[in-house]
């Protein structure tokens, strides 16, 4: 874990900064909610918030619908009426990487609406943190959480708060590796699983 840990340290030191004068260049990406399977309904209303989130660091995100197009570097999200037997427990959801045309994320409906109910005060911002934090997986292209910021394994009660008012970020480790994970196109084992879970 440690040998991990260290690489990983020296990968975002090898990264260049994104920008010499302070701005970031912006990178479009292409999500497409697949199916007829709810998705669009379940975490729709998170579209506008999870853009923003991602905007901030300089990614502009394109909302399609539709099952998602071979050969184009674009990611999709299908939703799941229950989470499978093999997700860890409490994951919401998982993303499954099979190269930058076949990236899915899964959504675990059951445990994505008892995590709405859990949470009321959160309607209004809780599926637009839940977008954030699968893309961001799928952007990186690694199964890693962060020690804070919206790439937590578990968010905390503090999470929460800075989540109504909109606050809670992506750490500087994860804004690097969100944008080399884009630029590098990196190829991925098919069918590697990564779950996670927020709670």
Not at 127 to 147: C, F, K
Not at 159 to 175: R, S, T
Not at 186 to 195: D, I, K, T
Request: glycine share 8%; charged share 20%; hydrophobic share 45%.
């Amino acid at each position: 874990m440690k040998l991990q840990a260290s690489a990983l340290i020296l990968a975002v030191a090898a990264w260049p900064a994104l920008g010499r004068s302070g701005a970031v260049a912006i990178d479009t990406v292409d999500v497409y909610f697949c199916g007829r399977d709810g998705s669009s309904l379940l975490l729709g209303s998170g579209k506008p918030l999870a853009a923003a989130i991602f905007q901030k660091i300089g990614i502009h995100i394109n909302w399609h619908t539709g099952e998602l197009p071979a050969g184009l570097r674009a990611f999709g999200i299908r939703t799941l009426e229950q989470a499978p037997k093999s997700a860890t427990s409490g994951a919401l959801a998982s993303t499954r990487l099979e190269g930058w045309s076949g990236t899915e994320i899964a959504i675990y409906k059951d445990r994505v609406q008892r995590f709405l109910d859990d949470h009321s005060n959160l309607a209004a911002v809780a599926a637009g943190y839940i977008l954030a934090h699968e893309l961001a997986h799928a952007m990186q292209g690694a199964p890693r959480h962060s020690e804070s910021g919206i790439l937590k394994a578990q968010w905390s009660n503090d999470d929460y708060q800075e989540m109504i008012f909109q606050k809670l970020a992506f750490a500087a480790v994860d804004v690097e590796l969100i944008h080399r994970g884009l630029a590098l196109q990196p190829a991925h084992p098919a069918s590697e699983l990564l779950a996670d879970a927020p709670r």
